[in-house]
């Protein structure tokens, strides 16, 4: 999408291909097909080449592969390689590649001269989803309550192709529902829909079964509603779906790059309010927890062992980013492989603790707010609000904080307009930065 974007609006020849193109059962077949790319780029120069995929055939050499299968492989990049290289500076052939995998790239392929550009597209944060909204609305009939920043405060972690469903969805809704203008529920019901999978109407679940769940969830909602580092909750819904085959809470996340411990752990405990709430009201624990645990044991996990969060293991992490695709060597002693296990256990264990006592302290929200579940099936942060009061804690929800940004950037982008017509010439090349430095290294970009 991008490299055609870029095309356009250079307005050249466009040549595109997949990576897995190249990749042939026939020795030298592969080569042969670059050499010819590159020759007809050259003949129609300037051009665009854009190559999708390149990890197809751009995989470092020599690294975690069969024996015998990776001969045809190298020889196309190694030909890529020269032919890359076989650029005069002025014969205006431009290359593109994209990949979902940089990491596994050959690092002769990044080398100055051949893609020594790279530009990370991560999933859009609140701004951008506005933006991709507001692309994807323009075609559709929109009733009035429509606003695109809400939806973008809806959509923590969608991308493009996502955002680009749920209006597809939503308009396919209100068509069925024989509506003249999509409304603000048939985006909720298409969200719903992209989270969580089809509805299945009848999918048949006992009572007592269906109480389960709305207990637990309630008492996700809790938890989370009284636990000050804890993400807000959006809606809590116990309509079964093709994927959240129960039921499934929807938070909003902040859009943050760095957590601390008391977020880690308030979230755990958060993850934990499900089977708290079954213990507490029913005094059994079902399978119904099974996703919460997977996530509550890797953040723990990953307290221990990567992010030194731990005073029994200290500042020591075992990650390494340069790590190979199958690696079987654990980098610590067995004593430490114990103590890790032990400290995770322990972390878990008292934040269950503290989670069963919340819930016990604050049973009766939990009651009530299971009972509406069970009568509504799906509940929103206002109607949390209604029943079991604001939250106690003072915090600008990440909706907030944007519409109040972006009140100020309204501001500040007028002003802009109002600069540029008076003098016109405006450079648009920022000056290259120097890729080496790393202080010029964004932070953000860090594993974090
Ligand atoms: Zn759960």
Redesign the pocket.
């Known amino acids: 999408m991008l490299a055609k974007a870029v095309a356009g609006e250079a307005a050249v020849p466009f040549f595109t291909l997949s990576g897995s193109d190249f990749v042939e059962m026939f020795v030298g077949v592969g080569a042969a097909r670059v050499r010819d790319l590159f020759k007809q780029a050259k003949e129609k120069a300037p051009c665009i080449v854009f190559i999708d995929e390149i990890d197809a055939i751009g995989r470092s050499r020599g690294k975690g592969q069969m024996p015998g299968s990776n001969d045809e492989r190298e020889n196309t990049l190694n030909s890529l390689l020269v032919e890359m290289d076989g650029f005069a500076t002025d014969s205006g052939v431009i290359i593109l590649a994209a990949t979902n995998r940089p990491d596994v790239l050959d690092s002769a392929l990044l080398r100055p001269g051949r893609f020594d550009r790279q530009i990370g597209i991560d999933k859009p944060d609140i701004v951008g989803r506005n933006q991709i909204f507001k692309v994807h609305l323009k075609p559709l009939k929109l009733s009035k309550d429509i606003d695109s920043k809400k939806l973008a405060s809806q959509t923590p972690g969608f991308a493009g192709a996502e955002i680009a469903n749920v209006c597809n969805e939503a308009a396919l809704i209100a068509a069925r529902k024989d509506k003249k203008a999509i409304e603000m529920i048939d985006f909720q019901d298409a969200i719903d829909r992209v989270i969580g999978g089809l509805e299945k109407k009848n999918k048949i679940i006992s009572p007592d079964e269906k109480k389960i769940v709305a207990y637990?969830?309630a008492g996700?909602a809790v938890a989370g509603w009284f636990l000050e580092h804890a993400d807000p909750l959006v809606k809590v819904s116990i309509v079964p779906r093709g994927l959240a085959a129960l039921g499934y809470?929807q938070y909003l996340p902040k859009e943050q790059f760095l957590y601390q411990t008391e977020q880690l752990i308030d979230d755990m405990c958060m993850?934990l309010?499900?089977?708290a709430a079954e213990e507490i009201i029913f005094g059994k624990i079902s399978t119904?927890?099974l996703?919460?645990l997977e996530r509550v044991t890797q953040v723990a996990y990953n307290m221990v062992s990567i992010y030194g969060m731990n005073d029994k293991i200290g500042n020591v992490s075992f990650y390494s980013s340069k790590q190979q695709e199958y690696n079987f060597n654990k980098p610590y002693s067995e004593a430490t492989a114990q103590i890790i296990d032990e400290e995770v256990k322990r972390i878990i264990t008292e934040a269950y603790q503290r989670t069963v006592g919340l819930l016990k302290h604050r049973k009766n929200e939990l009651e009530i707010l299971a009972k509406e579940l069970l009568e509504k099936e799906i509940l929103y942060q206002t109607d949390l609000e209604k029943l079991i009061g604001k939250r106690p804690f003072k915090h600008e929800t990440t909706y907030e904080a944007f519409v109040n940004k972006q009140n100020e950037q309204d501001r500040l982008d007028l002003e802009k307009e109002l600069v540029k017509e008076r003098d016109v010439p405006q450079v648009t090349d920022a000056p290259p930065v120097a890729d080496e430095d790393p202080a010029s290294m964004p932070t953000g970009s860090e594993p974090t």
């Open positions: 637990h969830e996700h809470a993850a309010g499900g089977r119904g927890a996703s919460d």
